[in-house]
């Protein structure tokens, strides 16, 4: 990649979405099933906390070994990309507090290499996610305490809209639809007048459910949109698409009603070890791209391979890479998480090889 090139992809991807600090651990299933039968929490779920779920917390950090990660969907995918791109290439953009926890996650992004633009909400201490893993499987509970505070206003600020005006590629999960929906349509509406790459992501089965009304209003600006099999499924039944086939689920969304008509829409579906479902706007064949499966022997955490999924295929599509490189590297990427606990990416990456 040549100096110019570089220079191109400063401040190329700004990314929106939670900040959290993650409370990871190895827990039994019968600590699972305690709370599956107190919450209703499952495995390979992600919830939102409410006052209920509160205990859950201490009673992670009281019972078992448990590792802190600064995470949330949205940094873990940018952070990932920013390990495969020029320097300066991310920017992240979510509300914490200005507590210890606030810091660690600043300082984790900036190691990271990312650019954040923290909004700071001393009332309230930056949000929390316990990962609770049973084996591969792993379910997130989410308490967002200061990262539901952001505000459209703090993204109108001269100094932070900037970087929106400066980017080309734009990241927000389907979380932020829980804190501020403004946010993510003037960023929306911005990228389709200046014809830049607006992606999103399901994130989780609740946000078909419950915003559904706010996905209605930001898909038509979508250009590429990432989601799972039980996303895609949740998504099918609360749309009234009647089908669990994930080929169908994907056509569908492709083929939504877009404003910018000589940008296609792009679906993309991943299935774990499974084949990922890609489908176009306007095409009629859904294309699978088949996954290398991690030996598992080798699996040592599940959670986070979405993210990695994103990051690698973010870091090669704003490269102009073509999408099925961008998969294969997101494909790439999620194997070498899993190889890890929690959401980390390894010390040393090996190289990517198209």
């Not at 929490?41 to 600064?70: C, G, Q, R």
């Not at 190691?111 to 929390?128: F, N, V």
Request: net charge negative; proline share 5%; charged share 20%.
């Amino acid at each position: 990649m040549s100096a110019s090139d570089n220079q191109n992809l400063k401040g190329a991807i700004v990314g929106m979405c939670n900040p959290l600090l993650d409370i990871c651990a190895d827990v039994d299933t019968d600590f699972l099933k305690k709370y599956v039968r107190r919450y209703g929490l499952k495995a390979n779920d992600a919830i939102l906390a409410s006052e209920e779920h509160v205990p859950l917390f201490d009673d992670m950090v009281k019972k078992y070994t448990v590792k802190y990660i600064a995470g949330g969907a949205g940094q873990n995918a940018l952070r990932g990309a920013q390990r495969l791109l020029p320097a300066g290439a991310t920017t992240f953009i979510g509300c914490i507090s200005n507590d210890k926890y606030g810091q660690e996650i600043t300082n984790a992004a900036k190691k990271d290499g990312l650019k954040p633009l923290y909004m700071i909400d001393e009332a309230k201490p930056t949000g929390t996610c316990a990962l609770l893993i049973t084996g591969t499987d792993r379910s997130l509970v989410a308490n967002l305490a200061a990262a539901n505070s952001y505000d459209v206003k703090h993204l109108r600020q001269p100094e932070n809209w900037s970087s929106i005006e400066a980017a080309q590629y734009y990241y927000i999960t389907g979380f932020f639809l829980t804190v501020s929906p403004a946010s993510i349509m003037e960023v929306a509406k911005h990228a389709h007048a200046q014809g830049k790459t607006f992606m999103m992501n399901v994130s989780a089965p609740f946000t078909p459910e419950f915003y559904k009304a706010n996905w209605e209003e930001v898909m038509p600006y979508v250009d590429v949109l990432f989601g799972n099999e039980t996303e895609a499924e949740a998504w099918s039944k609360n749309f009234g698409y009647e089908t669990s086939d994930l080929s169908q689920i994907a056509r569908r969304i492709a083929d939504l009603p877009k404003l910018n008509a000589a940008k296609p829409r792009t679906v993309i579906i991943t299935h774990g070890d499974k084949a990922t479902l890609v489908a176009v706007q306007g095409q009629a064949d859904v294309t699978t791209f088949p996954v290398n499966p991690v030996p598992k022997a080798e699996i040592v955490d599940t959670n986070g391979a979405g993210d990695a999924f994103v990051a690698g295929f973010l870091g090669q599509y704003v490269q102009g890479k073509p999408l099925s490189t961008s998969v294969e590297c997101g494909h790439w990427l999620a194997s070498q998480v899993i190889r890890e606990s929690g959401a980390s990416y390894p010390d040393k990456l090996a190289h990517f090889e198209a």
